[in-house]
């Protein structure tokens, strides 16, 4: 009973593992791809070209990702001070929930290894069945009412109110408005999907393989069994 609880638990937690994993990796990439979805006001900001606001944007980038990198100060776009506090906080998130992702990753592939060879893996369906389904109930919440939630997620997250942007005093928020967000929302929820479903193909594969070889195995046993008797007779 309690070998039964344990590899039910270990399940539960290589999912888990998994599900980190998929929200860490999405992460990086819709950040990454985020310079796609920038908005270029139609009046310019401050008669900058495109290359320079590009510029700062892949600067602001590096700044968000990379422990290494900084001070935050752009070449053309101007920042007051709370705003460089807000993408402290950003970058301290960010690092963060990669770091995380990361971690996952590893024990994820480790433990998806060992009870690949202790022949566990159908243990996983179920636990991963139901990741999914939370997964896409959850996202019905932020798709009702993006906006309200999106200033909530804020309020959560952020101690203060330096996320308040002024776009006459730091007019990088101009290049992301609320359209902005929401495109990165679903392309980090696509993803995530994708990455989850892939699993669930893998699993499937696998199990219907080990299924296939037993199967194949199984059938040559027996053929051998009615040789045997046909040499006996």
């Known amino acids: 009973m309690n070998g039964k609880l344990t590899e039910k638990l270990r399940a539960i937690m290589t999912i888990v593992l998994c599900a980190l994993a998929a929200v860490g990796i999405a992460l990086f990439i819709t950040v990454n791809l985020s310079p796609l979805f920038i908005h270029f006001p139609s009046a310019g900001i401050r008669h900058l070209t495109r290359g320079q606001i590009c510029a700062d944007y892949w600067h ?10 900084g001070p935050l100060q752009l070449q053309s776009i101007p920042l007051t001070s709370q705003a460089v506090t807000h993408f402290r906080d950003v970058r301290h998130l960010l690092l963060t929930g990669e770091l995380v992702g990361g971690v996952s990753l590893v024990l994820a592939v480790w433990l998806l290894d060992k009870q690949k060879r202790q022949g566990q893996l159908w243990r996983l369906l179920s636990p991963l069945k139901w990741s999914l389904f939370l997964i896409v109930m959850f996202v019905w919440i932020p ?3 993006f906006s309200t939630d999106f200033v909530a997620f804020h ?8 996320w308040l ?16 967000f929401w495109h990165l929302f679903m ?9 989850m479903g892939s699993l669930w193909g893998w699993l499937m594969f696998v199990l219907g393989f080990s299924k296939f070889r037993t199967n194949k195995t199984n059938n040559r046993r027996d053929q051998g ?4 008797r046909q040499d006996d007779d």
Do not use: C, G, K
């Open 60 to 69: 602001l980038l590096a700044y968000l990702e990379l422990p290494w990198v």
């Open 143 to 145: 798709l009702i009412n």
């Open 155 to 162: 309020r959560v997250l952020f101690a203060n109110q330096d």
């Open 165 to 180: 942007f002024s776009p006459r005093r730091d007019p990088i928020i101009l290049l992301m408005p609320e359209q902005f």
């Open 187 to 195: 392309v980090w929820l696509v993803i995530t999907i994708l990455l």
């Open 225 to 228: 069994y009615h040789d045997d």
